[in-house]
């Protein structure tokens, strides 16, 4: 049942619980498994990867058999309608589209007395991109991920995913990532890939950065990595956050919220209305809606724990409930969403109007669906072209430049007590005595 709550301190409680889903108490052991993951799979390599890989998804692989074979991919495009390839191909259109739009391109400013300052622009060496497979397949992901890893002209695209029931990847994926021009796939999944990806192993290549989504083992040890390789966000268990107004049909908006539930167990799926009438009919939909959802079990887990209705007294104070929580997905299900846009501050991505349902986004709109969740699109951004780009800085000083900056620098060193510092500017500016 959709809990609905009408007091602002209990919503923001309750917005605040549910943000820290993924950093609260009970989260301690599972940060603990996934330590020593990441350890085992640094010291033992393959050994430990082929171990977690029979522990946590109960298949049983030796090393050679972790690659995707040839023959597999080319298998592949045999088990996938037509059609469906189609839509994979439309969907990698519009998401290369969308991600060449504005590729940041290395400058150059050429300034007084021959001063040249800059950024250039490259891409990391390699990329490991990480797509769930645990409750769902992820093709969608493959190509969010992939994209924009090959838009940024990444040499070397890894894929790690977790193996089906039958040890197998899902067709559907294979055909994705070759779509998406992936170079290598290993079928492995959870903390173990992760750590694969950021020490390599026997098998599976060390990277730089480490991109895509993931449950809360997958958060988790991206977030452990994080510093011995770079990562794109902490992208774990789904999140809709929903702003309806009296308009809003209250089908849709429980068929949004259950979008987002029927992913993961730790899923959140949150309306906020200024309607009271709404919150109620809404509750209703998503018991209908429950009723023969082939994810029940799952769905429900969801919303029982991290899915509320929360009725306040206006759009302007849903936004402000809306900022506290930073939401993953934003839909704003109101007449007049460009209006109340300015008053949104964080969430990762924002579906205006209502016939924009999150789904639009995550498979095919174009922007990426691989976005920061519980609480971290107060600081971080979508997956995009620039995960998988650094810059360099660019400095040129001609001796004239030099010369013009030299007493500055030269009381700057002297206040760090860094005389080196001082001397390599001095015995090119000063004449010697
Ligand atoms: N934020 C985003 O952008 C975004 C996008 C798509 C999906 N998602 C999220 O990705 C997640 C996908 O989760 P999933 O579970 O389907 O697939 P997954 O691939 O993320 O996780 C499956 C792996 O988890 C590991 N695992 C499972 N139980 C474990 C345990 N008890 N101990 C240690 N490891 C264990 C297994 O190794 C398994 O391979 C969902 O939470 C979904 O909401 C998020
Ligand atoms: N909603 C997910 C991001 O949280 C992305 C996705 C992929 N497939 C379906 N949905
Ligand atoms: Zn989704």
Same mark, same amino acid.
Request: charged residues 20%; contains cysteine; negative net charge.
């Given at each position: 049942?959709l ?11 309750e ?11 009970q ?8 330590r020593e +993951?990441?350890?085992a799979v ?5 050994e430990a ?6 522990e ?12 995707v ?6 298998a ?9 390839v ?7 259109k519009?998401?290369?589209?969308f ?9 150059v ?9 800059g950024k ?8 490991g ?7 769902a397949?992820y093709?969608s992901?493959v &190509?969010?991920n992939a994209? =924009?890893a090959?838009?940024?002209? +990444?040499p ?5 995913? =977790? ?8 067709p559907?994926?294979?055909?994705a990532a ?10 492995v999944?959870?903390?173990q ?7 390599g192993?026997?098998?599976?290549p060390?990277?730089? +950065? ?16 994080y510093?011995t ?10 999140? +809709?956050l929903?702003i ?9 908006v ?5 979008a ?17 009438n709404?919150?109620?009919?809404v ?6 809606q429950?009723?023969?959802?082939p994810?029940?079990?799952?769905t429900e ?14 759009l ?6 809306s ?5 993953e997905?934003l ?8 209006? &109340?846009?300015?008053?949104?501050r964080?969430a990762?991505?924002?579906f &205006?109007?209502y016939s ?11 922007p990426?669906?691989t ?5 971290a ?6 997956l995009?072209v ?9 400095i040129?000083?001609s =001796?004239?430049?030099?010369?013009k ?9 002297a ?8 001397y ?10």
């Amino acid at each position: 049942m959709l809990r609905i709550i009408n007091q602002w301190t209990e919503a923001q409680a309750e917005l605040r619980r549910i943000c820290d889903r993924a950093h609260d108490e009970q989260i301690f052991n599972k940060e603990a498994t996934v330590r020593e +993951v990441l350890q085992a799979v640094k010291r033992k390599g393959d050994e430990a990867l082929l171990a977690y890989t029979q522990e946590f998804d109960q298949q049983s692989f030796t090393a050679d058999q972790l690659r995707v074979t040839g023959s597999e991919l080319d298998a592949a495009y045999r088990q996938v309608p037509d059609k469906l390839v189609a839509a994979i191909r439309l969907a990698k259109k519009q998401i290369e589209a969308f991600h060449r739009m504005r590729v940041p391109q290395s400058w150059v400013n050429f300034g007084d007395d021959n001063i040249v300052l800059g950024k250039r622009y490259t891409p990391v060496d390699r990329a490991g991109l990480y797509v769930p497979g645990g409750r769902a397949s992820y093709p969608s992901t493959v &190509l969010m991920n992939a994209v =924009p890893a090959k838009v940024a002209e +990444v040499p070397r695209v890894a894929m790690v995913t =977790p193996p089906g029931p039958d040890g197998k990847v899902n067709p559907v994926v294979l055909v994705a990532a070759q779509e998406a021009g992936v170079d290598e796939i290993y079928r492995v999944g959870g903390a173990q890939a992760i750590a694969a990806l950021a020490y390599g192993t026997e098998t599976v290549p060390q990277v730089d +950065v480490i991109t895509g989504p993931g449950n809360i083992y997958v958060m988790l040890a991206k977030k452990q990595v994080y510093g011995t390789v770079g990562i794109d966000s902490l992208a774990g268990p789904s999140e +809709v956050l929903v702003i309806a107004d009296s308009q809003a049909d209250p089908n849709h908006v429980a068929a949004d919220l259950l979008a987002q539930a029927e992913h993961d167990p730790m899923a959140a799926a949150i309306l906020i209305t200024d309607d009271a009438n709404l919150a109620e009919k809404v509750a209703k939909c998503v018991e209908e809606q429950l009723v023969d959802h082939p994810r029940r079990t799952l769905t429900e887990k969801a919303i029982a724990h991290y899915g509320m209705a929360i009725v306040v007294d206006s759009l302007e104070a849903a936004a402000a409930l809306s900022n506290e929580f930073a939401p993953e997905h934003l839909e704003l299900e109101i007449a007049e969403p460009w209006d &109340l846009l300015p008053k949104i501050r964080h969430a990762g991505a924002i579906f &205006l109007g209502y016939s924009t349902p999150e789904a639009v986004g995550d498979y095919l709109a174009g922007p990426n669906h691989t976005l920061p969740t519980s609480g971290a699109a107060r600081y971080a951004s979508p997956l995009c072209v620039e995960t998988f780009l650094k810059h360099s800085s660019l400095i040129e000083y001609s =001796p004239t430049a030099l010369q013009k900056m030299a007493g500055a620098i030269d009381l700057m060193t002297a206040a760090e007590g860094l005389p080196s510092h001082g001397y390599s500017v001095k015995v090119r500016t000063e004449e010697p005595s």
